[in-house]
């Protein structure tokens, strides 16, 4: 059976993100992120869908931590909202706001559910985009004090802190596709927000160790799992330098301390944001880190598109998730040897795995079988890999619950929990009885 593929200690939860889910985005002192900004933009997302409302995880929170007991999950994974504890980015401190994550910690520690904090998951507090956001190295520096003070308000109910998730998709949709948060389409920006990210990763770190030198630090990253469309040789190496564009790109300062010199050559902007010392800072040892795994990228060579040269190649595998991603889940297989063939990298935990399964209530039920099966085949590799060796230590769903999906609005269902946005009346899917079932069986 698939849970006995799973030593006794694996963490099995779910995973969410602030913005995505709290919503009373005017509550309590908390001000504007740059999605509020970004989300009430005509144009930017599907159906004019805002984060105001959310889930009103905000003002459900004991209701949703009873959820995690019904699923019987032993970590959480969160973000927290910057700001609503500096709503100004930096300078005076929103108390009330605070007081939600103390209230959140407290439920979790009460239930025995392990907390996994993410401090950037993409809520940048709007005061901080009028002096260039990230790519303005100074937010780095103002990112490092709200590092620090989430660690001395919060960091003792804290089981692990990461300072940025998928900074990927915050650097290079945000600032390069212009689809995500601020909505900039450009190669100089998306390369100073690319180094100003990695140096604010560095600072946080240092500033999270000095707080409280005991709690275990990571990083979350969404690797592409990039796979050529051919065997040729120029799609071949439009993979390589795709890796180190979409990979490369963070992988080597924070493992290695140097970005690709393809990277410098192929994007001569990145290198005047680079100062002497920023890539040591950048290269801090870390305790674990996370993987974002969803779909493969499929390359091939294009040499009339800007650096990496790499144009997208179509899918292979018939079946899609309901956003039209592809289901590989060898990819999962085939980034985890990539990058652990390629990096020095400590242990690490599959922060988010999931599907866009828009399955809707029936009868009371949520019978979303496609999600059932795209959570059992990617868990099975999740084992392959752990039988062959991979240090991986936890998986969390993606999400506990059908949420605000970026871009999409909320036409996109990613949760284990049915939210009806109209009532607010969460019902437990299929796939979430299913993977209490199994969290059951590895318990047992
Ligand atoms: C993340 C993700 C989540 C998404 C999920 C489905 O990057 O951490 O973007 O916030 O909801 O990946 O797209």
Redesign the pocket.
Known sequence: ALAARFPADFLFGT?T?SF?IEGAAQADGRKASIWDAFSHMPGRVKGGDTGDVACDHYHKLEADLDLMTELGVAAYRFSIAWPRILPDGAGAVNETGIGFYDRLLDGLQSRGVKAFATLY??DLPLALMGRGGWTDRDTARIFADYASLVTARLGDRLDTIVTF??PW?SVYMGHLMGVHAPGERSIEAAMAALHVTNLAHGLGVQAIRSERPELSVGL?L?PMSVLPASDSAADRGAAERANDFHNGAFFGPVFEGAYPSALLDGCPDLSRNIQPCDLEVINQPLDFWGL?Y?TPMRVKDDPSSPFPHAGSAPPVQPEKTD?GWEIEPAGLSHVVKYLYGRYQLPEFFI??N?A?DNTEVENGAVSDVMRVEYLTSHLGVAADLIAEGYPLKGYFA??LMD????A?GYS?R?GLIHVDYETQVRTIKQSGHWYTSLLAAHAA
């Open positions: 995973a993100a995505q998951h993409w998730n998928e998709c979350v969404n974002n969803y956003i922060t988010e999931g866009a993606w999400s949420n605000f999906e970026w999409e996109m990613f």
